[in-house]
């Protein structure tokens, strides 16, 4: 979140799909209210979450399922007068209405009218939302004119619906990370069969490789240029069967002196300069359908998994 700091003076945040209970956005956005000086922050819960009261305690008495509700800060303070300002102070602003806390008429969801209503009032959304709406949850922030910060499977760079927003820079990945992991925690009812080392029992966390952030607030690392220290050569580089592009299998290999079009993973996005390189499309999306091989672009016959279609926009001469 600090990639993205200078973006909320003066702003109002709205993490909606969220459970305040748990939130750690909410966490995060109370606790540095003042710092970040935000104008307000608005949360709400979803009807009927499983999710006990175990880290934020905001009530005397947890509840098992969650009332849908939603909570509003526009002031935090050292209410507890301990000279620091922390989740004992939220809580005691909370018992005080200082902090109110508000049952919502319907259950929460992000598409209710009410929740609309205060989608309409923010200026940044900041959540989590659920996966299988991710198509409609980022429809519904453009169809309103939102600023986001949100986190997503970063197989959602080849949605149709999603695919043309980072072609047109209306939205792009967010700063990764670290190390290119995320954790969920999810309730040890629901834990399942993974493959190994993905879901840690003693701690209900599981390891995601694949989870990226997605969002239109600019960052500093967006911009910096990519150091291509690779020749092109033809035979290194092949030409794809059904389509004028080469084949680039690795980001890091992008040859720093080829002009023409290039196929490569999506990956690619995580290292996405727009200054440097040009989108052209996705494979499926941009090659004729009569073309394609399995639906993509193809080598001897074999298709290779999506390939974002790019050009450099300031290739190196090429040596002889």
């Not at 008495?61 to 007068?81: H, L, Q």
């Not at 990945?173 to 925690?185: A, E, P, T």
């Not at 890091?252 to 690619?268: A, L, T």
């Amino acid at each position: 979140m600090q990639h993205y700091a200078g973006h909320f003076a003066g702003k109002t945040v709205f993490c909606n799909c969220d459970d305040p209970y748990e939130s750690n956005f909410f966490q995060y956005f109370v606790l540095n209210f003042g710092r970040l000086k935000l104008k307000k922050l608005i949360a709400t819960c979803y009807a009927g979450s499983p999710i006990a009261g175990q880290q934020l305690m905001l009530f005397e008495e947890p509840e098992t399922e969650r009332t849908p509700y939603k909570a509003v800060v526009t002031k935090v303070y050292d209410k507890t007068g301990d000279n620091a300002v922390d989740m004992r102070d939220v809580r005691a602003l909370i018992e005080s209405g200082e902090i109110p806390i508000e049952r919502l008429q319907g259950n929460g969801d992000f598409r209710s009218a009410e929740c609309i209503e205060l989608l309409k009032e923010a200026d940044i959304v900041v959540t989590n939302p659920p996966f299988s709406l991710f198509r409609e949850y980022v429809a519904q922030l453009v169809e309103y004119g939102k600023k986001f910060l949100i986190i997503g499977n970063q197989n959602a760079i080849t949605y149709k619906e999603i695919f043309p927003l980072i072609k047109e820079n209306k939205m792009w990945l967010g700063y990764g990370f670290k190390g290119g992991d995320s954790h969920f925690l999810i309730p040890k009812e629901n834990a399942r069969e993974f493959a190994p080392g993905v879901y840690d029992p003693s701690t209900g966390l599981v390891h995601f490789r694949n989870v990226t952030w997605f969002t239109n607030l600019d960052y500093k690392k967006r911009h910096e240029r990519m150091i291509l220290f690779r020749h092109y050569t033809p035979e290194e580089y092949p030409h794809y069967d059904n389509y004028d592009a080469i084949e680039v299998s690795k980001t890091v290999d992008i040859p720093c002196d080829y002009d023409g079009v290039m196929g490569v993973p999506i990956s690619f996005m995580n290292k996405y300069n727009p200054e440097q390189f040009e989108i052209i499309g996705l494979d499926r999306y941009t090659v004729p359908k009569e073309f394609l091989v399995g639906g993509r672009v193809a080598i001897m016959g074999k298709p290779r998994y999506a390939r974002i279609l790019i050009r450099n926009k300031q290739p190196e001469t090429r040596t002889k």
